[in-house]
């Protein structure tokens, strides 16, 4: 098990590797350096910039030094807001967004896996017709239209909740983004679980585990849920994308002060080290979430584990 | 005495484009106390579907009929009932030991799980009992098997854990579907000797089902041949064995090669298929495939006549 | 072909669902092309009678006007036309790319496959969102960026189906009969893979279209897509945001507009890949 564990880590760091370099040689390579402004700025001023940046040096010695600082979690002082480093920025924003991620992702999982489940029990159904046209109408419709609509009804309309705004602590604050931002892959993995469901049912492991007389509570939670759930585990780093590419608008409408603002403000500003701070973060996090399924996989099948 | 199992005109019928298909059409038997009964047929005689049917996983089909367990019917009850005597008292092995195990959970949660639902066990006592009954199915090595998953197992082995999670309640009834059929021919030889013992030492009553009359005729003390749904002759095993009475089971028969009889140029074979589910028949459905068909046959449907353990379901049945 | 198209033609006809979701497009299409015909105001005339108006049948703005007091119909359809134009025209190039993508990397096969689905790996770890963040910052917001990145969507998807294709094509005996006879690579694979993927190609395809719109709204949303005087129907929801309390139809109007087109569009994919019975290979 710790074996397969660390096979699959070597393999992930190669890629975040890959990431960072091209990152960073995509932005060394751009035209205009990140002060091009509408105002020159004079010349002393330019050489303690270039200087303090380490932009007078040759590419691969900033290339160097950039990555001994990544790697201490150091990614370089904002070109934007010359105040701050990028990991104070991040600081700031970074509990929130996961926060708000987190929570997206949970919520689309453990209502998403119940539904689907409902759906495939009841088959054929009105109810499953129910719930799978609302899955569509999930899936179709991104959040940054619907939860503008959220707010419109709950906020504008009926004021049960604010429309945008964040307190430290507060949780009203967080209901519509969250459940905006879930919306899509809760949708997703409801139809997933329930056409695996349906398919697992039909298993004659299932037609034993009911033929031992077990309520149907037990054959399903212990015996169809795991396999069940492998395509879901599948859609696991998908769904997070999703909700982090999500996040950056949600963010943005909700008034939510995350480190989805930074990135975009950043591209807009061209801000590199924030942006490359960003991009990094983010592809840590996907990878991360990466592993963590390739570990789920293992419990969930555990042919898995003894496989080369 | 009360029948282990009676079952009265049991149909079960499929809906599909054309219409519906019966796969069992009017079945009706008895299994007494610690008895052997085999179920012999083709694939399509509804010999499955009979008892999965009254083991109450019949799916989408159409059951009617009666089905007493004990006494208590079992046909319309209610889940939670049907679920006390299901895998305790009425158990079922299946045919196929590599896909019949789950495959995420071991071998002792599997089996455990059994006793802590019927017998209200802890999982701590649950698991030693199934160490026992592995035992007792002459499993290597009980202990190590309890934590291995059914992938780690051989057939022979998974069949034989299969057979253990029928017996843990100490049934009254346990119906083996072709428990030999998915095996090798030495495999096969262990688990008849194996339900040979078992059934020995317990008491408890077995329905064979299978369409292989070698493994039917070590165990049974009667038989029960089944054709397109419906049974066609029944008795007990010597002497349906020494004298068939309907060209089936004479055809059946014949088919079983012997190592003690004159060498064959060709093996006598069955012609022509059972007819499919859903075909709607005139008469006896065997009649397209039997030697002594006559025009009574394809215009009168048989019934079974005769005495009460001997019955056949044939106009002119074999002297 | 002729008769696994005919079946699929009538699979799709039986589906309730994604007949009506074919004509629901079908009616958007038609209004935002004919639409400015049938109303006489235009897209950026200034209304200054009628700044941030409701909606109304009997008004002259069907569908009210914006805080600069241009009609929101004529604003809307608009938007539709640049939401719909881009949706169609990057997903022809998503397509043209991805089949020929993937189509010369299973037939080439070996390193040169593995190669080329490292790449599309790599791809696929980040949300194209991030790339474009990225080559926005280096190269700042142009439409021609904007293209290549709405391009981008999609692809992916398509490669990995077409070189699953050809890769079990090129095993087969005919595609040696066709080499033995001097037939070049591009021939044959025109000629044999093509084909034999137009039914998931045109599933992805039709699943694409919503995605690219998608993403172009939510580029468009965040500053980052199609730049003023022009208008997707994601720079309009983006409006409608910063309005929403004071004046709901801005919002509503393009995001109702918005939500119907993917809502239908996927409901049409769904429906033809079920029809086509295409599973991702």
């Given at each position: 098990m710790t074996r397969y564990f660390f096979t699959r880590l070597a393999g992930a760091i190669p890629t975040l590797f890959i990431i960072i370099t091209f990152s960073f040689f995509l932005m060394r390579a751009a035209p205009g350096g990140p002060f091009d402004r509408e105002q020159a700025l004079p010349p002393e001023i330019a050489a303690n910039i270039q200087s303090a940046y380490g932009l007078d040096q040759p590419v691969w010695v900033q290339y160097g030094r950039y990555l001994r600082a990544v790697l201490h979690g150091d990614f370089g002082p904002s070109f934007k807001y010359q105040d701050f480093t990028v990991t104070e920025l991040i600081g700031q924003g970074f509990p929130i967004?996961?926060?708000?991620?987190?929570?997206?992702?949970?919520?689309?999982?453990?209502?998403?896996?119940?539904?689907?489940?409902?759906?495939?029990?009841?088959?054929?159904?009105?109810?499953?017709?129910?719930?799978?046209?609302?899955?569509?109408?999930?899936?179709?419709?991104?959040?940054?239209?619907?939860?503008?609509?959220?707010?419109?009804?709950?906020?504008?309309h009926l004021h049960w909740l604010?429309?945008?705004?964040?307190?430290?602590?507060s949780i009203k604050h967080l209901v519509l983004p969250v459940f905006a931002l879930a919306l899509p892959p809760l949708a997703y993995v409801a139809r997933l679980t329930r056409g695996s469901m349906l398919e697992v049912l039909r298993s004659h492991y299932i037609r034993t585990a009911f033929a031992k007389g077990l309520p149907l509570r037990t054959v399903i939670v212990r015996h169809a849920l795991r396999p069940a759930l492998t395509p879901v585990a599948?859609?696991?780093?998908?769904?997070?994308?999703?909700?982090?590419?999500?996040?950056?608008?949600?963010?943005s409408i909700a008034g939510l002060p995350g480190i989805g603002r930074y990135l975009v403000q950043g591209a807009i500003n061209r801000d590199y080290t924030l942006v490359l701070g960003m991009v990094i973060i983010y592809?840590?996090?996907?990878?991360?979430m990466g592993l963590l399924v390739d570990l789920l996989y293992a419990w969930l099948d555990p042919r898995v584990r003894f496989a080369k | 005495m009360v029948a282990t199992l009676r079952i009265d005109e049991l149909s079960v019928s499929f809906a599909h484009r054309t219409g519906t298909a019966a796969a069992v059409d009017g079945v009706s038997l008895c299994i007494a106390p610690a008895e052997c009964v085999g179920v012999v047929g083709e694939s399509g005689s509804g010999k499955t579907?009979?008892?999965?049917?009254?083991?109450?996983?019949?799916?989408?089909?159409?059951?009617?009929?009666?089905?007493?367990?004990?006494?208590?019917e079992l046909l319309g009850a209610a889940a939670p009932a049907i679920n006390r005597v299901r895998g305790s008292k009425l158990t079922m092995m299946f045919q196929d030991p590599m896909t019949s195990l789950t495959p995420h959970l071991s071998i002792g949660t599997q089996l455990a799980e059994v006793v802590v639902c019927h017998l209200g066990r802890s999982w701590g006592e649950a698991r030693i009992a199934a160490g026992r009954m592995l035992e007792r199915v002459r499993i290597p090595e009980p202990q190590r098997r309890l934590n291995q998953y059914p992938h780690e197992l051989s057939g022979g082995m998974r069949q034989r854990v299969m057979l253990a999670m029928s017996l843990l309640c100490e049934p009254a009834l346990v119906i083996a579907d072709e428990p030999t059929s998915a095996l090798d021919v030495t495999i096969q030889a262990q688990i008849i000797g194996l339900l040979r013992a078992v059934r020995g030492e317990a008491g408890t009553a077995l329905?064979?089902?299978?369409?292989?009359?070698?493994?039917?005729?070590?165990?049974?003390?009667?038989?029960?041949?089944?054709?397109?749904?419906?049974?066609?002759?029944?008795?007990?095993?010597a002497e349906l064995f020494r004298q068939p009475r309907h060209p089936y089971t004479a055809g059946l028969l014949e088919c079983v090669p012997s190592l003690s009889g004159p060498r064959l140029a060709r093996l006598p074979t069955l012609a022509g298929q059972p007819p499919r589910p859903g075909e709607a028949l005139q008469g006896c459905s065997f009649a397209p495939r039997c030697p002594r068909a006559a025009d009574r046959c394809r215009s009168e449907r048989p019934v079974l006549t005769g005495a009460s353990t001997r019955q056949v379901a044939c106009h002119f049945p074999l002297a | 072909?002729?008769?696994?198209?005919?079946?699929?033609?009538?699979?799709?006809?039986?589906?309730?669902?994604?007949?009506?979701?074919?004509?629901?497009?079908?009616?958007?299409?038609?209004?935002?092309?004919?639409?400015?015909?049938?109303?006489?105001?235009?897209?950026?005339?200034?209304?200054?009678?009628?700044?941030?108006?409701?909606?109304?049948?009997?008004?002259?703005?069907?569908?009210?006007?914006?805080?600069?007091?241009?009609?929101?119909?004529?604003?809307?359809?608009?938007?539709?036309?640049?939401?719909?134009?881009?949706?169609?025209?990057?997903?022809?190039?998503?397509?043209?790319v991805g089949v020929s993508y993937g189509a010369i990397s299973g037939y080439l096969g070996g390193r040169i496959d593995q190669a080329m689905m490292r790449v599309i790996e790599i791809f696929s770890g980040l949300p194209l969102i991030f790339f474009v963040i990225l080559l926005t910052v280096i190269f700042g917001r142009s439409e021609s960026l904007l293209f290549i990145s709405i391009g981008a969507v999609g692809w992916l998807t398509m490669a990995r189906i077409v070189r699953g294709q050809a890769l079990s094509i090129r095993r087969q005996d005919f595609i040696a009969a066709a080499v033995a006879s001097g037939a070049g690579a591009g021939r044959i694979i025109a000629r044999h893979v093509v084909p034999n993927v137009i039914g998931p190609v045109i599933v992805y395809a039709t699943l694409t279209v919503p995605q690219i719109m998608l993403f172009e709204s939510f580029l468009s949303f965040l500053g980052l897509g199609i730049q003023e005087p022009g208008a997707s129907l994601g720079t309009l929801i983006a409006e409608g945001v910063g309005e929403m309390e004071a004046a709901p139809w801005m919002l509503a109007v393009p995001g109702s507009l918005l939500a119907v087109l993917l809502l239908c569009l996927n409901i049409l994919g769904d429906g033809l890949r079920d029809a086509l019975d295409v599973r991702e290979g």
């Open positions: 967004t996961l926060q708000l991620g987190l929570l997206a992702l949970a919520l689309a999982l453990f209502l998403g896996v119940p539904l689907g489940t409902f759906a495939a029990l009841h088959h054929n159904s009105a109810a499953d017709f129910a719930t799978m046209s609302l899955a569509v109408l999930g899936i179709a419709i991104p959040a940054f239209v619907v939860l503008p609509f959220l707010g419109l009804l709950f906020g504008v604010p429309v945008a705004g964040w307190e430290p602590g599948s859609y696991l780093v998908p769904a997070a994308a999703s909700i982090l590419t999500g996040s950056l608008v949600v963010e592809s840590t996090l996907l990878i991360g | 579907q009979l008892f999965l049917a009254v083991m109450g996983l019949a799916g989408n089909a159409k059951v009617s009929g009666s089905i007493r367990f004990q006494g208590e329905a064979l089902i299978s369409h292989d009359l070698a493994v039917v005729a070590g165990l049974a003390d009667r038989i029960l041949v089944m054709y397109a749904g419906r049974i066609v002759e029944h008795g007990a095993a | 072909m002729r008769g696994f198209a005919g079946g699929a033609l009538e699979r799709l006809r039986a589906n309730p669902a994604a007949v009506l979701a074919l004509g629901v497009i079908f009616a958007v299409v038609v209004t935002a092309l004919l639409g400015p015909w049938l109303n006489p105001n235009d897209t950026h005339t200034i209304d200054w009678l009628h700044v941030a108006a409701r909606p109304g049948l009997q008004s002259a703005h069907w569908f009210g006007t914006d805080r600069l007091g241009r009609d929101l119909y004529a604003r809307t359809l608009a938007g539709a036309r640049v939401s719909m134009a881009i949706g169609l025209v990057a997903s022809i190039l998503s397509v043209v």
